[in-house]
């Protein structure tokens, strides 16, 4: 099993800044692909932006500019940079894995979620 630990959410004011962090555990895994998404009340889990394992980026149009996703393979860790945070991102925020067992077989893993409340 891949556990997936998020940190760094919390309250920020309109304009702030927050960098969330996610580290994979376990063993005998390859991660490929790491993402982040989010969930407002009421609404659906929507992706934030992800990295493939060799570098490439995909963000939603409502962060480019503004949210920068960055991962170091060598410690399994997915962080979201975000900059000039605005109150309609407010959200939880979950990380996101899937890869590859070495013996065979892939799999995909969410973190438990972290709260980001941005206020106006």
């Known amino acids: 099993q891949v556990q997936l630990v998020e940190s760094g959410g919390g309250l920020v004011q309109a304009g702030g800044s927050l960098r969330l962090s996610c580290a994979a555990s376990g063993s005998n895994f390859n991660i490929n692909d790491m993402g982040w998404y989010r969930q407002s009340p009421a609404k659906q889990r929507d992706l934030v932006a992800a990295?493939?394992?060799?570098?490439?980026?995909n963000y939603s149009d409502s962060v480019k500019g503004r949210f920068t996703i960055s991962r170091d393979n060598a410690k399994n860790t997915v962080y979201l940079q975000m900059n000039s945070l605005k109150p309609e991102d407010t959200a939880v925020y979950y990380c996101?894995?899937?890869?590859?067992?070495?013996?065979?077989?892939?799999?995909?893993?969410w973190g438990q979620g972290t709260q980001v409340t941005v206020s106006s």
């Open positions: 996101a894995a899937r890869g590859s067992w070495v013996y065979g077989g892939i799999f995909s893993s």
């Open positions: 990295v493939t394992r060799g570098g490439s980026t």
